[in-house]
């Protein structure tokens, strides 16, 4: 088999340029990796549309970096005529109309979509194990988690399946499976990217990012998929710059930031050494790095719960087996029909959120949490706000670990939250961040380093993640078949 | 002593060129579920879209009820699951209605009376569900038509003033030109809150609503009965119960629809997928320019040029009539013009179920006919006949009369000649004329009009007349 999907994006498109591979070669090696790897990376794979889409490709001229590439769609992203489940027996067998802005963004390049990738349902969990269709398994380590939500778009790039992925984060879940699966994973901006034919988790935390193998690769994703978009009023009126610029550029006398937060003792040891490293390492370059407070940080996971569940009860009202999807085979009345259909589509995690959520929007309570809740967001947003008047970025580590066993967290709902204790406040003011790969652990599992920018401001992350990227030299391929 | 407490609801849907939230077309279609899109249909991934003109129509509607206006607004999303809402939400205004804490003025008897405006919010209409034996079926072209709510304040104390309040915000809906607002056919819809206190009590008693309130003048009936039915309750020492009815036409009595649990809970909470909408103060003032003579403006105008009532009142309820009246105001006599578009060409209209626009009519011929009337150079009847022609036929004033032999004679030889034929044949009412009996004149008059086939310049003919019998 080839390993043509182990280059990056840029070599890729001067091979096919000169003519030395085909699009068909990339699709064939894509197929014949997730086959062998048996990751359970994808929902559903785009096999015939992809191969017939790679022959066409053939008569036409290569005119951008992603003509000709694989990519794989995270699964609440809408493809046309590509089932879309969310990886929930509720839409397990939703044929969408349209695609959404992104998918229609890459079909203009010609990328070519080898399938729908597996993850939380509805993108609720941290760890891939709610998905309907099962986990999907950790190149790095079979025994280990993914992380999540965008668990298969993780497992897909971690494997070399494909070229780059799109995930999408609420919480955390794109930069999370980046940090356990050892790629670099960026959430835009609220508002830089689209979210027009996205299923809606959290309306007001919801972003679709790059999940790719280098820093390069991500940026080339990200201009391409980004901009204004009139079919989503949140989308920002902020120009699109050609994220490839920022790359390699100089780091001297950049001003870093370090919340003491990110740094305390509830953060692995491992994790915590390993970004002081990085700390170390931009020093010497001249970079000026220092520790600060970051106020209300403490509180993300509130937030999360009252924010994000709020929105998502009502987000997942609509699934009612009415219009489209699951609908139960026999029922009484109308209220039969809903309890019935929503009881027998949704996973427990699902109805737990859903639960949640309506009990936080719900009489009195809107006021003493929602409502409270939408305060201590603003003070956090404007606690990042204060650090960006004196800083360029903040860096930390991305999580609090790195990939842990399958099922560990599988019976406790709190616990899996806390995994995105780091990554939550990043939402809640609406931020950049990626998580980049520094290193790995005793277990050879690799370790993510969080970079935070300002507001539209994802240029200056990709120029410090280049140049981390050039020092460590990492080897970010997964061994074949190595359970450490 | 108890009194009644009346505030009243009213939907209103607005008649923008495309639904609230999508680019469908907003209009009516016999066709199901052909005005609409992925949005209306609650499809995943779609997204809601601002139709900036609906926030205009409702601007136009605060302003006209002279509302404060919420410059920063936010819509919020209203939870709750029944088959024709596709989204499972509502999305609406709760927390900053684009209107607030305004008023209209309307009269009850002759008398003025201010009734408070609560507030005034933008939100969607449901889908349209069709029960049928084989079950039901939804028609989503409906669904996503833009609403505004008008809530009232607790102003009212008797059906006929509430009646008053919803004639005349209907009026001034029709002259804003933002929706039909016919309540016949749903694009007006009234609710009314109904409670009885004790006289001098601040605290208010439960309330009712009453829905399905099919007519204007079922306003008043609706609330008349219920007042009647709850005092007869108090009365017998019952308790009232907060209830949801209906107007049962038919028998003309609100009927149970359903006992109000413990208050709905519908999860308000702000729609992030709308950002905050931030309106000028230019924006307000451009709206605010383009706002029409309002029908109780127009009232203190007309009344002051001695138009009767009813006509008056006709033309203000017509905006076509009233449009055309107020375009010839200061060229021709008004009260003329009133007479003739509320009379003889409100019935043509009526009869032919046509509007102005249809027939041959022009403004500048209803002038030349207004002034031709006014200088009397035609009698009335003339005017009709002429009119008739204009309507159907169009034409000029000047040569239907040329045509018609309708000219005026005011030449004084051949007017003499003409008098002095009629006062020879009729002797006796010279007599009579000379015992000093007015009638003589008026009389002779008319023998004369006959005599010239009602050619002749009447002014004249009176001048003449008077001057000649002195001298006979």
């Known amino acids: ?484 | 002593m108890l009194v009644p407490t009346i505030g009243i609801e009213v939907h209103v849907e607005l008649k923008s060129k495309a639904k609230v939230y999508s680019n469908s077309l907003n209009a009516f279609s016999p066709e199901a579920n052909k005005n609409m899109t992925l949005i209306d249909y609650g499809y995943p991934g779609s997204l809601p879209v601002l139709n900036r003109e609906v926030i205009d129509m409702a601007l136009k509607v605060c302003l006209a009820l002279n509302c404060k206006i919420n410059k920063e607004m936010h819509w919020d999303r209203k939870n709750y699951f029944y088959p024709d809402l596709p989204k499972g939400y509502q999305i609406t205004q709760q927390d900053t209605p684009i209107g607030y804490d305004g008023y209209l003025e309307t009269e009850v008897n002759g008398k003025k009376k201010k009734i408070g405006i609560e507030r005034i919010h933008i939100e969607e209409d449901t889908c349209k569900s069709i029960h049928s034996i084989q079950g039901t079926k939804l028609n989503f072209n409906r669904a996503g038509v833009p609403l505004i709510e008008i809530v009232s304040k607790p102003d009212m104390e008797n059906g006929e003033e509430a009646k008053a309040y919803a004639e005349t915000l209907r009026s001034i809906l029709l002259y804003l030109g933002i929706s039909d607002v016919k309540i016949e056919e749903g694009s007006m819809r009234c609710d009314t809150n109904v409670s009885l206190r004790e006289e001098g009590s601040d605290k208010l008693g439960t309330k009712c609503e009453i829905k399905n309130i099919g007519s204007i003048s079922n306003v008043a009936r609706s609330i008349d009965f219920e007042i009647a039915r709850q005092t007869k309750l108090l009365e017998a020492g019952e308790t009232i119960k907060e209830q949801t009815r209906r107007f049962d036409d038919s028998t003309m009595e609100t009927v149970l629809m359903r006992e109000k649990e413990t208050g709905n809970d519908y999860r308000y909470f702000p729609e992030p997928d709308i950002p905050y909408v931030i309106l000028t103060d230019e924006e307000i003032e451009a709206v605010r320019k383009e706002l029409p003579v309002l029908p109780n403006e127009l009232k203190m105008k007309y009344r002051e040029t001695g138009m009767s009532e009813l006509a008056m009142n006709t033309v203000i309820a017509n905006p076509e009539l009233c449009a055309w009246l107020e375009n010839l105001f200061t060229k021709v006599n008004p009260v003329i013009t009133a007479n003739l578009l509320t009379g003889d060409i409100l019935s043509y209209l009526n009869k032919e179920k046509i509007s102005l626009s249809d027939t041959k009519l022009e403004q500048s011929m209803l002038q030349d006919l207004v002034e031709t009337l006014d200088k009397k150079e035609i009698s009335s009847k003339q005017g009709k006949e002429i009119l008739e022609i204009l309507l159907t036929k169009g034409g000029n004033v000047k040569e239907i009369r040329k045509e018609r032999g309708m000219e005026q004679i005011s030449d004084d030889a051949t007017l003499r000649k003409m008098i002095t034929e009629v006062i020879e044949n009729n002797p006796e009412s010279v007599e009579d004329y000379k015992a000093g009996r007015d009638r003589a004149i008026k009389y002779l008059m008319g023998q004369i009009m006959k005599a010239s086939k009602g050619q002749a310049n009447p002014a004249k003919v009176n001048t003449l007349l008077v001057e000649m019998l002195q001298k006979y």
């Open chain 1, 1 to 484: 088999m080839t390993n043509y999907l182990d280059l990056s994006v840029i070599e890729l498109h001067e091979l096919l340029k000169k003519k030395e591979i085909k699009p068909i070669d990339l699709v064939e090696e894509a197929f014949a990796r997730i086959e062998e790897r048996n990751d359970n990376a994808f929902i559903t794979l785009n096999k015939e549309e992809a191969i017939r889409l790679a022959k066409e490709l053939e008569e036409k001229e290569i005119d951008n970096l992603l003509f000709g590439i694989p990519v794989a769609v995270k699964d609440n992203i809408l493809t046309k005529d590509l089932r879309t489940t969310c990886a929930s027996h509720m839409l397990d067998d939703f044929n969408p109309v349209v695609d959404a802005t992104v998918v229609e963004k890459l079909k203009a390049c010609h990328a070519i979509i080898i399938g729908k990738t597996n993850m939380d349902e509805f993108a609720m969990g941290s760890t891939g194990e709610t998905s309907y269709f099962g986990p999907s398994k950790n190149p790095w380590n079979q025994d280990k988690v993914t992380g999540g939500s965008s668990s298969g778009s993780a497992s897909a790039i971690s494997s070399r399946s494909v070229a780059v992925a799109l995930g999408t984060d609420t919480g955390g879940s794109i930069r999370q499976p980046a940090s356990f699966c050892g790629l670099v994973g960026l959430k835009p901006t609220y508002g830089r990217v689209s979210r027009n034919g996205l299923v809606a988790f959290a309306s007001s935390l919801d972003q679709i990012g790059p999940m790719t193998k280098n820093v390069s690769d991500n940026a080339i994703l990200l201009s391409v998929i980004s901009g204004r978009d009139e079919r989503d009023l949140t989308s920002a009126h902020v120009e699109v710059p050609d994220y490839t610029k920022f790359l390699n550029q100089d780091i001297k006398g950049m001003k870093i930031a370090v919340p003491n937060y990110y740094m305390s003792d509830v953060i692995d040891e491992e994790v915590r050494s390993k970004v002081e490293e990085i700390i170390a390492l931009l020093k010497d370059h001249g970079a000026i790095v220092d520790y600060v407070d970051v106020h209300h940080m403490e509180h993300a996971i509130s937030l999360y719960q009252i924010i994000a569940l709020g929105e998502a009860s009502s987000n997942l009202a609509r699934f009612d087996g009415i219009r489209y999807g699951h609908l139960t085979e026999r029922y009484d009345n109308i209220e039969d029909l809903y309890k019935k259909t929503r009881s027998e589509g949704f996973g427990r995690e699902v109805k737990r959120r859903i639960m949640i959520g309506s009990y936080v929007l719900s009489g009195d309570n809107a006021n003493i949490y929602y409502k409270k809740a939408l305060k201590v967001r603003k003070a956090l947003a404007n606690s990042f706000a204060h650090v960006f008047e004196n800083y360029d970025l903040i860096i930390g580590p991305t999580n609090t670990n790195v990939a842990y066993d399958l099922g560990t967290k599988k019976d406790d709902a709190l616990k899996s939250f806390y995994d995105d204790i780091l990554t939550i406040p990043v939402n809640m003011a609406g931020l950049p961040g990626m998580s980049l790969p520094v290193g790995f652990n005793h277990e050879h599992l690799p370790i993510g380093m969080h970079i935070i920018g300002n507001y539209f401001e994802e240029g200056k992350i990709y120029t410090l993640a280049s140049f981390i990227e050039q020092q460590l030299k990492l080897d970010l391929k997964p061994k074949e078949g190595k359970t450490c």
